[in-house]
């Protein structure tokens, strides 16, 4: 018998990680929205954009990402700044993307649970929210809520 599956659907693993994800957003922070196949957090001058996704062989990721500073250009200095701050995160990294700085943390969907989820979201949403006022100071740019 052929799988009627469509390519388009999400997996079973997915839509459980979705409907956990909701769950412990629900648990952690007082409003989050639905957008998309994501959900977004706002926080002071950013916001944390959970996304639930598809990863490999079965398994699922949840991104965690907080836009920390818009409108930036790349410069040897920053490129150090952001390395300088990946060494003293904990939960994240922080990277360069279309002029945007973002700070990112990986969790494994399969092994989310209340605790650690919690911890990752505050960590992510506090350090873009207090990052972002040295980061302006030093290279430019704009907050995320001025963008927005």
Do not use: C
């Amino acid at each position: 018998m052929e799988s009627t599956l469509d390519a388009d659907q999400p997996s079973r693993e997915l839509v459980t990680l979705r409907e956990k994800t909701e769950r412990l957003l629900s648990l952690a922070v007082r409003d989050f929205e639905h957008v998309g196949d994501r959900y977004e957090v706002p926080y002071h001058s950013t916001r944390v954009m959970v996304h639930p996704l598809q990863w490999t062989d079965g398994r699922t990721l949840l991104r965690l990402i907080a836009p920390v500073v818009v409108e930036v250009d790349a410069s040897p200095g920053l490129y150090e700044r952001l390395g300088q701050l990946n060494n003293t995160t904990i939960f994240g990294k922080y990277y360069l993307r279309d002029r945007t700085v973002f700070l990112e943390h990986n969790l494994l969907g399969e092994s989310v649970e209340k605790r650690g989820f919690r911890a990752a979201l505050a960590s992510v949403a506090h350090h873009a929210d207090h990052v972002d006022d040295a980061l302006l100071a030093e290279f430019g740019g704009r907050r995320w809520s001025e963008h927005a």
